[in-house]
């Protein structure tokens, strides 16, 4: 049974940091594919950070310089380090991994966690 379970949500002040982990468990954890989203009320998800198909982090503008993606391969868990943080990064984080991720391809992600909640207060 393919598992992602986030964890390291919560509620910070605006200018905080937090660090979320994403424990996959079920599947061959291959390194690449795997991606934090994030989903606010009555806003689209938007992709936050990646690892893509050729070992890259690639983050969203609106991260860009604040958040850190990272993984521990020998522990299948991937990272999202979140630091001078913003009321408007307050949102539901996801996990996610590609269940067939090729080198240099396109990454589909198809494996979702639950979600942890991030709250940033002014």
């Known amino acids: 049974q393919v598992q992602l379970v986030e964890s390291g949500g919560g509620s910070v002040q605006s200018g905080g940091s937090l660090r979320l982990s994403c424990a996959a468990s079920?599947?061959?954890?291959?390194?690449?594919?795997m991606a934090w989203f994030r989903q606010a009320p009555g806003k689209e998800r938007e992709r936050v950070a990646i690892?893509?198909?050729?070992?890259?982090?690639v983050y969203a503008d609106s991260v860009k310089g604040r958040f850190t993606i990272s993984q521990d391969n020998a522990k299948n868990t991937l990272f999202l380090q979140m630091d001078s943080l913003k009321p408007e990064d307050t949102a539901m984080y996801y996990c996610a991994a590609s269940s067939r991720p090729y080198y240099s391809l396109a990454c589909t992600y198809d494996y979702w966690g639950q979600g942890t909640q991030v709250t940033v207060s002014s």
């Open positions: 690892i893509d198909s050729y070992f890259r982090n």
């Open positions: 079920g599947y061959t954890y291959h390194g690449i594919c």
